[in-house]
């Protein structure tokens, strides 16, 4: 079974500061997940890749397959950023069952 | 983007109960619906994997009497919890896989607290 950790558990940071949050995980895997869930409890699928790197907005992921590892990063953080963000894998295309991390709580303070 | 819905947001009822939650993807077709439980704090918990027209399959140690699983189209899953008890309350939440990819797309989720 894959063993999913994310780092670290909290942070809170000031507006504007750059972001990171590592995921790491134990068997190789198909696909990597973020996900972003907010304090009223829904989900938003943020990235899913598979290899190197992805950029939406003011968030980027990457991804290193070799060392299991993957980070999201957050540019200009801003309060509204602020939520639990969680890392999950699915280690088989085709058995699409995700092994999710414990998330790590963002807050942001103006 | 793919959008699913789940109706009710938050339920409350009393124990003994049956509640159903309705899982919805809006704008694509879902051949196969996943529903997660999460306890507070804590990380989300697969219970079960539905496909269009077939029996899901149930992850080890959820009763699949207790939470009942119908994915009747490519659009809906259903979750029914029967006869709720209080330990049942909890977020439950669906998401509906679009493709051979393995994305998933969640839903906003349903709180049931059963009194």
């Known amino acids: 079974k894959n063993e999913v950790e994310q780092s670290p558990q909290n942070l809170t940071a000031q507006e504007g500061e750059f972001i990171t949050i590592n995921c790491s995980y134990s068997v190789g895997i198909s696909a990597l997940h973020w996900l972003q869930q907010h304090p009223g409890g829904g989900i938003v699928s943020l990235f899913m890749l598979s290899s190197g790197k992805k950029k939406h907005g003011r968030l980027i992921a990457t991804i290193n397959i070799q060392e299991k590892h993957s980070s999201l990063h957050i540019t200009a953080s801003h309060p509204r950023d602020s939520a639990v963000y969680i890392c999950?894998?699915?280690?088989?295309?085709?058995?699409?069952?995700?092994?999710f991390g414990t998330g790590t709580r963002l807050t942001i303070i103006p | 983007g793919a959008v699913v819905s789940q109706h009710p947001s938050r339920v409350i009822c009393k124990s003994g109960t049956s509640v159903k939650i309705e899982c919805r993807s809006l704008d694509f077709q879902a051949t196969t619906m996943f529903w997660y439980r999460q306890f507070p704090k804590k990380s989300l918990m697969l219970m079960a994997t539905?496909?269009?027209?077939?029996?899901?399959?149930?992850e080890q140690g959820v009763e699949k009497d207790k939470f009942l699983i119908n994915h009747a189209s490519l659009t809906l899953s259903t979750l029914t919890v029967t006869s709720a008890h209080p330990e049942d309350s909890s977020f439950y939440i669906c998401?509906?896989?679009?493709?051979?990819?393995?994305?998933?797309?969640f839903g906003p989720g349903t709180r049931l607290t059963v009194l």
């Open positions: 539905s496909n269009e027209g077939s029996k899901a399959t149930y």
């Open positions: 999950a894998v699915g280690e088989d295309f085709g058995n699409e069952k995700l092994t």
């Open positions: 998401s509906g896989r679009k493709d051979q990819y393995n994305e998933q797309f």
